[in-house]
């Protein structure tokens, strides 16, 4: 959503052990971890489970087929198009709103931000009304580039606004011009934002299965969606499944590699930005691009939900039935935060004040979570439910359940980041006093820790009223969301039909996000 989402999706560098103490959590500590453990082991499990069911001879025979390598080529080619679109294009608006004397930056910064917060599928369904030819992979392509570019635009315009200056400046005085210094200075130092992020994007594509539903492209994740449709939980989708799973798991592995590499220093606490880079001639076109940008991003969607609800105005709308979604959307999205954060609390206490194998599997695991598909998590806790536990089948208890198990990192981020900056001696000198350890989080830590936890409650919150293919699945029979309704008219052709749901949708994540960029930039910039 900004540059601190992105980063809190990614783990921190833990501490050396030797500066941690090595002692064991508490009791009620313990107990929520370990059913934490038990219920993300369930994607694996369902996996390999159906794996055995089929045999091992015909797994091969259902992964060996053309219909699969199709399909791998086409998530493939959306993968790396996406991935090299966002990153030309974040890369260029980050220098440009950082280094150059572009007018207006701060509210280029907020402009070129709002793309993010129209959901990828609402995106897609405005293309697609406008023409068929925006279907396929070239239409799907560009929706996801206009949606996800942010999440490697703020990181990088984040690093380099506080990279120290001197680096530059050092370059120059060498005799290096402003390309060279560009190509062989600053470019080095974004490396790891840059591919830190471009993976982000990598896996997300992976997983992504709104835009390209609605956008008529198949993948892995439309296959899955499909074959557990037209055959209720069936081998083809396990084995689907499985693949799309390996693939995930192979790019957080890298993710991972990358992340534990050091490539360079940036400034530590820099205190003067570095002298901007004069535009010339090429102002007026660089303030061009930029309108164009921000015009086919976020001004051709809105514009054609504008159209289609005026469109629609001749037929009534269905308020209550509109009024109705937008209370489950609500409530649901309350719901999947406040559990969210609920078990991201002694997570982020196990990992920041404990040491050991739990700390250890704590720290990771939300993270391999949010790096699997939303289907796959869905696909898991049905085969649960319906194998151990019945009662729970299409219950918007295990709708929660999802929720949380996907979108748990966004609330652990900024809770970690707060407890790691709160003092330790604080609880200890209530310790000393007598207090239990359940005492001394409710007294001490909680009231400090209390506003990160509200930020990672409305990120999470955001993230629920966009989430589609885990409220399709677990959605309980005749219950709509923002999202599935959209969905829904969207696969029927009904535009008009969609268009206020969508419209709410866009209202409800907009606001938000705008805020949240806003603050931040204006934090980053010391205002």
């Known amino acids: 959503m900004h540059s601190e989402v992105v980063d809190q999706a990614l783990p921190a560098p833990s501490a050396s052990p030797g500066r941690r103490r090595r002692k064991s959590p508490p009791f009620w500590l313990r107990i929520p971890l370990m059913a934490l453990v038990l219920v993300a082991a369930l994607p694996l499990f369902y996996v390999v489970a159906r794996a055995s069911e089929t045999g091992l001879l015909v797994a091969w025979q259902l992964l060996w087929r053309p219909f699969v390598f199709g399909l791998l080529a086409n998530t493939l080619k959306l993968m790396v198009l996406v991935t090299l679109g966002c990153a030309t294009i974040g890369l260029a608006l980050a220098w440009l709103v950082e280094r150059s004397d572009l007018r207006g930056r701060r509210q280029w910064n907020v402009l070129l931000c709002l793309p993010f917060a129209i959901p990828s599928f609402v995106s897609g369904f405005t293309w697609i009304s406008i023409s068929p030819m925006f279907e396929g992979l070239g239409g799907t392509v560009l929706v996801m580039i206009l949606s996800k570019y942010p999440l490697i635009y703020l990181p990088v315009a984040a690093t380099l606004r506080n990279l120290d200056p001197a680096l530059e400046e050092s370059a120059r005085m060498l005799g290096y011009n402003r390309r060279q210094i560009f190509w062989r200075v600053t470019l080095p130092l974004l490396r790891p934002a840059l591919m830190a992020t471009s993976l982000l994007v990598a896996v997300h594509m992976l997983v992504e299965f709104g835009a390209p539903s609605i956008m008529r492209y198949q993948t892995f994740t439309t296959a899955i969606y499909q074959q557990f449709e037209l055959e209720f939980s069936n081998a083809n989708a396990a084995m689907l499944s499985a693949l799309l799973l390996a693939l995930c798991m192979l790019m957080l592995w890298g993710e991972f590699r990358l992340r534990g590499r050091g490539f360079a220093r940036t400034g530590q606490g820099a205190a003067r930005r570095s002298a901007p880079v004069r535009l010339g001639a090429w102002a007026v076109p660089a303030q061009l691009a930029l309108v164009a940008l921000v015009a086919i991003g976020c001004g051709t969607p809105l514009s054609m939900l504008g159209f289609w609800i005026v469109e629609g105005s001749s037929a009534s709308f269905p308020l209550m039935t509109i009024l109705e979604t937008l209370g489950s959307s609500l409530s649901l999205s309350f719901g999947g935060a406040l559990l969210s954060c609920l078990l991201a609390l ?150 008009a039909a969609a268009a206020p749901y969508a419209a709410l949708l866009v209202l409800v994540s907009g606001l938000p996000v705008y805020l949240l960029t806003t603050r931040a930039y204006l934090r980053q910039q010391g205002a």
């Open 346 to 495: 002694p997570v982020c206490l196990v990992v920041v004040r404990y040491h050991g194998r739990l700390a250890w599997l704590a720290d990771r695991l939300p993270y391999l979570l949010h790096a699997l598909p939303g289907l796959v998590i869905a696909l898991s806790l049905v085969f649960f439910a319906l194998g151990y536990v019945p009662a729970l089948y299409q219950t918007a208890s295990l709708l929660l359940i999802a929720y949380a198990l996907l979108f748990m990192p966004m609330a652990q981020g900024p809770i970690r980041v707060a407890l790691e900056k709160a003092s330790p001696q604080l609880e200890e000198a209530a310790r000393t006093l007598g207090h239990t350890p359940m005492s001394t989080f409710l007294r001490v830590t909680l009231p400090i820790i209390f506003p990160a936890i509200g930020a990672g409650f409305v990120l999470v919150f955001l993230d629920c009223m966009k989430e589609l293919t885990a409220t399709l699945i677990l959605g309980p029979t005749g219950l709509d969301t923002l999202a599935t309704a959209v969905w829904s008219h969207t696969a029927n052709l009904e535009y």
